[in-house]
């Protein structure tokens, strides 16, 4: 199977701050990188496939990036509504694995 | 706006198993584009994809070498809905279980799968 790793586990952030997030694959997975925001008691939110497009909905201060091993999530000015946790998931080889996810709350 | 509905009971005993119901609407369990899925969250095992179900001129499925032994994931096509059989379950089978729909694009003649509606998650607990 294909391990996902990320980092930070959890970061503090302020309204407004540039925040980065990284998800590693244990195998190069070319762009079959998804990302996903969840919030507790609700469901997984998709945000990113394919490692930087852009989900129907979702606001444009988050982007992805990144090919192969490592890719990165941004969001470009952290909002009130952002404080969350947040998933990569690759899709390119079965099982579909997902990283453990990172938390971003209020500092 | 596709809604997916889960139904089941949130206790199983030990060695019991466990069935869990998702259903549609907006969209067709028959879909070509879609794989309609079962995925599970636990502190223990985080975000875990246990199996898909899709409909391509014949139905197909696939699931995790964890559970393989123990999982049935059944479309309904008279009711539009789809179902998760977990067998011989034990405690390590808590968490939050979720029904959800995976779609599948081509994109420069690459397929991408990823997960775009889920449901509103079932708690259960494997518990004597």
């Known amino acids: 199977d294909i391990q996902m790793t990320q980092s930070p586990s959890s970061l503090s952030a302020s309204v407004g701050d540039r925040v980065t997030i990284t998800c590693r694959a244990s195998?190069?997975?070319?762009?079959?990188l998804n990302w996903y925001q969840k919030k507790p008691g609700k469901a997984p939110n998709l945000l990113i496939y394919?490692?930087?497009s852009l989900q129907s909905g979702v606001p444009p201060r988050f982007s992805g990036s990144g090919s192969g091993t490592d890719f990165t999530l941004t969001i470009s000015s952290l909002q009130p509504e952002d404080f969350a946790s947040y998933y990569c998931?690759?899709?390119?080889?079965?099982?579909?694995?997902f990283g453990p996810g990172t938390t971003v709350d209020i500092k | 706006q596709v809604q997916l509905q889960q139904s089941g009971p949130g206790l199983v005993k030990p060695s019991q198993t466990l069935s869990l119901t998702c259903a549609i609407s907006?969209?067709?369990?028959?879909?070509?584009?879609?794989?309609w899925t079962w995925i599970r969250q636990s502190p223990s095992r985080g975000l875990e994809l246990l199996g898909r179900?899709?409909?391509?001129?014949?139905?197909?499925?696939d699931y995790a070498e964890s559970v393989k032994s123990r999982i049935t994931i059944n479309p309904d096509t008279p009711k539009n809905q789809f179902s998760l059989q977990l067998n011989s379950v034990t405690p390590e089978d808590t968490a939050v279980y979720y029904c959800?729909?995976?779609?599948?694009?081509?994109?420069?003649?690459?397929?991408?799968?990823?997960?775009?509606?889920w449901g509103q998650g079932t708690t259960v607990t494997v518990s004597s």
């Open positions: 195998q190069s997975i070319g762009s079959w």
């Open positions: 179900t899709w409909y391509r001129s014949k139905w197909y499925s």
């Open positions: 959800a729909r995976g779609q599948v694009i081509v994109v420069a003649g690459s397929s991408y799968y990823y997960v775009d509606v």
């Open positions: 998931q690759q899709s390119y080889s079965i099982p579909f694995t």
């Open positions: 907006g969209d067709s369990v028959s879909s070509n584009s879609a794989a």
């Open positions: 394919a490692a930087s």
